[in-house]
T-cell receptor, first 111, second 114 residues
Framework: NAGVTQTPKFRVLKTGQSMTLLCAQDMNHEYMYWYRQDPGMGLRLIHYSVGEGTTAKGEVPDGYNVSRLKKQNFLLGLESAAPSQTSVYFC??????????FGPGTRLTVT | QQPVQSPQAVILREGEDAVINCSSSKALYSVHWYRQKHGEAPVFLMILLKGGEQKGHEKISASFNEKKQQSSLYLTASQLSYSGTYFCGTPLNAGGTSYGKLTFGQGTILTVHP
């Protein structure tokens, strides 16, 4: 039981490049979330999904897109990376509105 | 709007107690607490629900004052393993914890020395 996994662990992008972060969970959770974490800002919700095929915006969705084609996977895309998107990205999943299980994070640097 | 945590940082010696506060500008239906060790993912500690119900699996207690729109996390007889950053999360939208969408405070750094 791997829990929540994220790939890649680290990535460096140049301004304007695109990339996709993959989150996978093996706990059969319905809800999945993408957060970004910046120093002094805590965790901020980017997008979330309440089930396969559904996604919705969180607190800071601009510049990001998501897809949930399979229940176990939640993808976060950056179409045109900007330095302001330099951050640590965490994926989480939950069975209900209570405990969220977080992945190990992806450290993204945009130069 | 993100909740506000205080203090920003706490330094303790093993065995000492600490209190971390979380305040919101809007009515609270629940408060969620997480701990994150350096370089690791946040880990769920507990949730406090309106009406007094608590759900958690750590030996850490907390209070929830709905009228004052705040929660406090109590760490007693601290251990070295308690070191980390503590975050409180509150529902992103008014009316409850719909789909678990949370907005988190900026975090409180707790350091426990031997």
């Amino acid at each position: 039981n791997a829990g929540v996994t994220q790939t890649p662990k680290f990535r460096v992008l140049k301004t304007g490049q695109s990339m996709t972060l993959l989150c996978a969970q093996d706990m059969n959770h319905e809800y999945m979330y993408w957060y970004r974490q910046d120093p002094g800002m805590g965790l901020r919700l980017i997008h979330y999904s309440v089930g396969e095929g559904t996604t919705a915006k969180g607190e800071v969705p601009d510049g990001y897109n998501v897809s949930r084609l399979k229940k176990q996977n939640f993808l976060l895309g950056l179409e045109s990376a900007a330095p302001s998107q330099t951050s640590v990205y965490f994926c989480a999943s939950s069975l209900s509105s209570y405990e969220q299980y977080f992945g190990p994070g992806t450290r993204l640097t945009v130069t | 709007q993100q909740p506000v945590q205080s203090p920003q940082a706490v330094i303790l010696r093993e065995g000492e107690d600490a209190v971390i506060n979380c305040s919101s500008s809007k009515a609270l239906y629940s408060v969620h607490w997480y701990r994150q060790k350096h370089g690791e993912a946040p880990v769920f500690l507990m949730i406090l629900l309106k009406g007094g119900e608590q759900k958690g699996h750590e030996k850490i207690s907390a209070s929830f004052n709905e009228k004052k729109q705040q929660s406090s996390l109590y760490l007693t007889a601290s251990q070295l393993s308690y070191s980390g950053t503590y975050f409180c999360g509150t529902p992103l939208n008014a009316g409850g914890t719909s789909y678990g969408k949370l907005t988190f405070g900026q975090g409180t750094i707790l350091t426990v020395h031997p």
